[in-house]
């Protein structure tokens, strides 16, 4: 077999290579891509249902709060109320716990916008209080 013979089975060998390998980029990026609205749809879903809570507390009249307490030497405090367990951080509902469902709502974002400090309070409030599901709203 001469050079040219065998530069020019390379060649083409080169080309199908480079050609299935744009493709699978191709298909790869569609699947990010698709992966990627999901995961939008999923996250306003979840901020729907972020909104949804808020508007059943608002709407409630069982206001009293009968424990409060410190979050760890912190500057938020948790109060407990009979249907749900929230925290308040620079007086700001930012995460409550439905006690009928146990589902964590962290509102944090979407009533105060982030803060460091705040999302320790977040976390520590997780860690504290036992819930079954975590539901934190974020900006899409």
Do not use: P
């Not at 995961?39 to 709060?65: G, H, M, P, T, W």
């Amino acid at each position: 077999m001469d050079f040219s013979a065998w530069l020019t089975g390379f060649a083409f060998y080169f080309f199908d290579v480079i050609m299935d390998s744009r493709k699978q980029t191709k298909h790869r990026r569609k699947a990010r891509k698709e992966k990627k609205t999901m995961r939008k749809q999923e996250q306003i879903n979840v901020n729907n249902e972020c909104l949804k809570a808020i508007e059943k507390f608002n709407s409630l009249n069982d206001k009293e709060y009968f424990n409060r307490q410190r979050l760890d030497y912190c500057s938020a405090y948790t109060y407990e109320t009979k249907n749900y367990i929230c925290l308040i951080s620079y007086h700001t509902l930012i995460a409550f716990i439905d006690r009928e469902t146990g589902i964590l709502y962290d509102v944090l974002r979407y009533v105060y916008g982030y803060t460091a400090t705040s999302g320790k309070h977040v976390a520590k409030f997780r860690n504290y209080f036992s819930h079954s599901k975590e539901l934190t709203y974020r900006y899409v």
